[in-house]
């Protein structure tokens, strides 16, 4: 730019890094703004029709609050037990891989010497009359690594296996307590159906929205902190040229 030429190049990155956090730090205020108001729009507009639902059903929406109250439990169950199921297979296959490893390692260290050895007996390889070549050596840490990822392994093997059956048990207990409520409060349940969907679908409205909220808040905040940034750039740019 001929307007800075004759300045230190620094000088013009910056200011148009300034520019752009500036350009950009507008536009999410803005949309953070336009967000924030959508967000009311939906929070009155859910309140208006839960109330007007409560007032024509609530006598069915009190009697069936047990079977709906179950029901989040059941489904935060099941996402429960479907972690710990993604957890339980993890550790599966890294118990799979670390005896692999002890399999590999073990063969190595038998080939390297021509002798049929168990793991044990190469673990406690230094204790042996023979003398260690360097080989030998490679081989042995390599197993003694092996050997402890199998017990870290098997420890977590263990762990993950006794949380997911804890979870199936509880989730198969919730199941089952759900559908005798469920049929205990057929009546009130049927008729209450449309407060409660409508309750869930608000729910999920909001919240969605307010995640959208939070992103822009994010990326508000993080240009603020690019444009504090260049302004000490350029302070330090200018205390450069100054002590020249």
């Known amino acids: 730019s001929a307007a800075y030429g004759d300045l230190d190049p620094r000088i013009q990155i910056e200011l148009d890094a300034l520019n752009q956090a500036s350009t950009d730090i507008n536009r999410y205020e803005k949309s953070l703004e336009q967000e924030r108001r959508a967000y009311q729009r939906l929070f009155n507009t859910a309140t208006q029709k839960l109330n007007q639902l409560q007032q024509k059903l609530k006598p069915s929406i009190e009697k069936a609050r047990?079977?709906?109250?179950?029901?989040?439990?059941?489904?935060k169950a099941q996402e429960e037990t479907q972690a710990a199921a993604k957890q339980y297979e993890r550790a599966m296959s890294n118990h799979q891989a670390a005896q692999q490893m002890v399999s590999v390692a073990e063969q190595g260290f038998k080939e390297s010497n021509g002798v049929n050895m168990t793991s044990e007996q190469v673990a406690g390889f230094d204790e042996m009359t023979m003398e260690p070549t360097t080989l030998d050596v490679a081989w042995q840490e390599m197993l003694n690594v092996a050997i402890n990822k199998v017990n870290s392994a098997e420890r977590e093997f263990t762990l993950s296996a006794h949380l997911h059956q804890d979870c199936t048990r509880n989730l198969v207990t919730l199941e089952t307590r759900m559908f005798q409520i469920q049929k205990q409060?057929?009546?009130?349940v049927k008729k209450s159906t449309v407060y409660y969907?409508?309750?869930?679908?608000?729910?999920?409205?909001l919240t969605r929205q307010l995640k959208t909220i939070k992103r822009i808040e994010k990326r508000l905040h993080e240009n603020k902190a690019k444009y504090a940034q260049s302004l000490r750039n350029l302070e330090t740019i200018s205390d450069d040229i100054h002590r020249r």
Do not use: A, D, R
């Open 185 to 188: 409060l057929k009546s009130v």
């Open 66 to 75: 047990p079977y709906y109250e179950i029901k989040e439990t059941f489904q």
């Open 197 to 205: 969907n409508e309750k869930y679908e608000s729910s999920e409205k």
